[in-house]
């Protein structure tokens, strides 16, 4: 959800690595940080790694190797590439007009003439959604790939399971859709 709604997406730091996964995060302002899950162990930073973009990385070594191919790291990863590839994800207008099915769904519609940006996005987070009043056109899901012709200004999209998401982004001229990311 925080990748695809307003503002910066933030996580506590080391929670993309799941230091102290399990362990309480809060034991009051006067229990030693070191039993807390929100203690940084450094150690799972060790080694190399070449970045670049949001998210890309390549030539890992050591427990930096191990660390970003845990799923949680990777799956962080794919959202941010996700949210750089699409930029009504980052500054779109949102909408909840003409949605039928899921209070977690919403369009996100970013332009810029100047800069020759037109981007819209339908999201729907944990549940299926109905978008309506929708330009017609050709959409694909940034998560799975999957590519929706409308032609009646309506587009019924599905999700298994709790925590899912479908990102549809319209392709327009000059400003197609991604892709799967």
Request: charged share 20%.
């Amino acid at each position: 959800y925080m990748w695809t709604f307003r503002g910066i997406p933030t996580i506590y730091y080391g929670s993309e690595i799941e230091f102290m996964k399990g362990a309480r995060a809060d034991i009051g302002a006067t229990g030693p940080l070191n039993t807390t899950g929100r203690a940084y162990f450094g150690d799972h930073l060790e080694g190399d790694v070449a970045v670049k973009d949001f998210g890309v990385w390549s030539n890992a070594t050591g427990a930096m190797a191990t660390t970003l191919n845990s799923p949680l790291a990777k799956h962080l990863s794919r959202l941010n590439q996700i949210r750089r590839a699409v930029p009504a994800l980052q500054k779109g207008q949102y909408s909840r007009e003409d949605i039928a099915g899921n209070n977690l769904a919403y369009k996100r519609r970013f332009t810029n003439p100047a800069k020759n940006i037109d981007s819209f996005a339908l999201v729907t987070v944990s549940a299926g959604a109905t978008f309506n009043k929708i330009p017609n056109g050709t959409y694909t899901d940034v998560v799975t790939g999957d590519v929706k012709n409308v032609t009646n200004g309506s587009l019924a999209v599905s999700v298994s399971g709790k925590g899912n998401m479908r990102a549809y982004v319209l392709s327009l001229p000059g400003n197609p859709a991604p892709g799967k990311i």
